[in-house]
């Protein structure tokens, strides 16, 4: 699938995603994910920025307000006038623009650091937005990115329930299948149903790639692997916010820094 027949998907899921994540629905990004990439993150203040995927900004914007100057960039224009709206709102400097992570508008050696939250495992050639990333990144600069943990979100993917339907554990499969494409329909879990039923599930391609293939892809581009998490709720998060019981089970995601040598 090239990138523009992807960026035609996301046009179409922008705006329900964008309604639902700012209503609170996308418990994962807000309560794990995001959280646990900020406390990874480096002190950035006073550094140039790139958000490769940036969505509608949510991720960017928490990045800005840690006194980083931030790009974002997306291939989907609706997220990007969604987070330019905010902009005029929350304003926090940022310039975002229209851009395939596969073909970076910018000189090389430009930012200080890049990031990607939760894109890069859905971009149909990710070894080449890597090198991209790579290419654009100062000596001495990372490249922070979170995916779907490559060991467990198989093309093979059911949860195992006990009697009161709690998740157990996962079955997963068809691991060894480097750079399978499938395309995946779902909805945030918690949002209400009729919402769920007015903009229906997302509908997104996505790519596969096991551990090793994507830490070999890094070493191989010229990174130095520098960080890792696989984040995981604590017992208060799962209090509040109950749908984070699978992730309390299963590693879900995971979050790797690496760095460019000077």
Known sequence: MKTQEVAA??????????????????????????????????????????????????NTRMVAARGAQMTGIDICQKFLDYAKETE???????TFQHASAQALPFAQESFDFVMSTMAMMDMPDIPVAAGEVFRVLKPGGFFQFSICHPCFQTSLFEW????????????????????????????FSNAPEEMKNEFGNFVIPTYYKTLSGWLNMLL???????????????????????ALKGAAKVALFLHIRCRKPF
């Open 220 to 242: 191989d581009i010229g990174f130095v692997l520098e960080r890792f998490l696989e984040p995981c709720p604590d017992a208060q998060t799962l209090e509040k916010y109950p």
């Open 88 to 94: 005029k709102t929350e304003t926090y400097g940022i």
């Open 160 to 187: 195992t329930r006990d009697e009161n339907g709690e998740p157990t554990g996962l079955i997963c499969g068809d691991y060894f299948h480097e750079e399978m494409e499938k395309i995946l329909e779902w909805t």
């Open 9 to 58: 998907y996301w046009e179409k899921n922008a705006t329900a995603w964008t309604t639902m994540a700012r209503q609170g629905f996308d418990v994962c990004r807000n309560h794990l994910n995001a959280p646990g990439f900020l406390n990874m993150l480096p002190d950035v203040n006073g550094l140039k920025g790139l958000d490769v995927g940036c969505g509608e900004g949510f």
